[in-house]
Structure formats: structure tokens, C-alpha cells
């Protein structure tokens, strides 16, 4: 698929609740975590068409899904629907 020449950036953070998640989304020397960015820029390619450039992030925020602040900042209602 051919793209326009303007470049996307977006950047994102994926937020866990355990430092032992963070270790797992990253993986073992990064691995995870480019596998994740790498299928997920293809997929806001096609969506946007045009080039993405990704930079992604990994947070912990600890019991985020237990605050009903954190859950409407991050884009799901208090019924946990987005």
C-alpha cells in the first residue's frame, strides 16, 4: 500500500497495574513491546492511511481500574463501556 508523504505521530502510553505486567508487555530485550508497536502501527497505517510514526510507553498505575477518575480520564464510562 502506498501512503501519502506526510508522516502521523502519535505517541501512547499502556498503562498496567504490576510491575511484573510492565515486565511482560515489554518482553525480554523489548521484544514484546516492538512486536505490539509494529502490529499496531500497521493497523493506524491502514486506518489513516498514511505513515505512522509510534512511540509507545509502559506505566504502571496501580489499581487504575478500581478509580472511577483514572477509568473516565483514560476514556471508559463508569460502567466500564468505552
Known sequence: MKFKKKIVDIEATIVCEKDSHKGIIIGKQGAM???IGSL???DIEN???KQVNLKLWVRV???WRDSDYLLKNFGYNS???E
Do not use: H, P, Q, S
Request: aromatic share 0%; charged share 60%.
Open 47 to 49: 486506518l489513516v492511511e
Open 79 to 81: 460502567d466500564g463501556t
Open 40 to 42: 499496531a502501527r500497521r
Open 33 to 35: 513491546l516492538k512486536k
Open 61 to 63: 498505575k496501580k489499581d
